[in-house]
């Protein structure tokens, strides 16, 4: 895996990584990862993505380089704080790209973004993460101790057993993870205001945690239009395969204009 690249801007900025160079005059694909996970679960897509796009994968608080930084406790404080970080870096309309939780801390950072300035989120695309209605229904009762966080790390399918064995990768995974889990708990999502921008939902077809149905529901968070689609794979499906991802992206794109 390549190492981050360096944010070319006149101000680098903590929240963003690149895994391939500037892509100057196109559009930014701004990717939120999931639950526990660093900005680093981006860099296959982020090679793998249009050259229509430059692709930014946000570094959260509690990870990688940002690892000695105390994680946000509430959805609010982190989408108000990556929505500042943004708003003061994007010249043009943006696509959001957020898996898992991501979804949610997209979808909340968008919300933001419109409120600033209508047409500044190009789109929306949420992978393996059910509606705002899905979310209050199916909220975490309170964080799960270690031994279940690393069952469920296990019953997903998308984390090797031989990893979860080993005290150093734990000692990495479960911090973020709890903190996330604890974001989560707290968390509850409202149905206003809805999305200018369309909604693309893209669900695994063997997620054990999302199912067709729950991101349908996406529909209702936005005014604009609205597609769901399936991918071969669990919840982390984009972990081993971007192809679906990619697609959808590139149709958003093609023929948008240039940001220069």
């Known amino acids: 895996m390549p190492p981050p690249l360096s944010v070319t801007s006149s101000s680098p ?4 990584r690149r895994y391939r160079p500037e892509s100057e005059g196109r559009t930014p694909l701004v990717c939120f990862p999931p639950a526990g996970a660093p900005a ?9 993505a249009p050259a229509a796009v430059d692709p ?3 570094a959260l608080p509690g990870r990688e380089a940002r690892l000695g930084e105390p994680a946000p406790t509430t959805m609010a404080e982190l989408a108000d704080a990556a929505a500042d970080e943004l708003a003061a870096r994007l010249d043009g309309p943006a696509v959001l790209l957020g898996h898992s939780m991501g979804g949610s801390v997209a979808h909340e950072v968008a ?3 419109e409120a600033r300035g209508p047409g500044s989120v190009l789109h929306l695309v949420v992978g393996g993460r059910g509606g705002p209605a899905t979310q209050r229904e199916l909220r ?8 279940a966080l690393v069952d469920g790390l296990a019953a997903s399918g998308d984390t090797p057993r031989e990893l979860l064995e080993d005290p150093d990768v734990l000692d990495l995974l479960l911090p973020p993870l709890r903190a996330d889990y604890a974001l989560l708990a707290a968390y509850v999502p409202e149905d206003a ?3 200018r921008a369309g909604i693309t939902a893209i669900v695994g077809r063997d997620d054990p945690t999302t199912t067709e149905a729950g991101i349908a529901t996406w529909a209702a968070a936005t005014d604009g239009p609205f597609a769901a689609r399936t991918a071969p794979g669990g919840h982390l499906f984009l972990a081993a395969r971007t192809t679906e991802v990619v697609d ?3 149709g958003l794109v093609d023929g948008a204009p240039d940001r220069t």
């Open 248 to 250: 959808v992206v590139r």
């Open 140 to 147: 975490p009762d309170g964080v799960p101790d270690d031994a």
């Open 56 to 58: 930014w994968a946000i």
């Open 13 to 16: 900025s903590p929240w963003i």
């Open 193 to 195: 205001p809805r999305l």
């Open 111 to 113: 919300r933001r973004l």
């Open 40 to 48: 680093s679960f981006f860099a296959a897509l982020s090679l793998d």
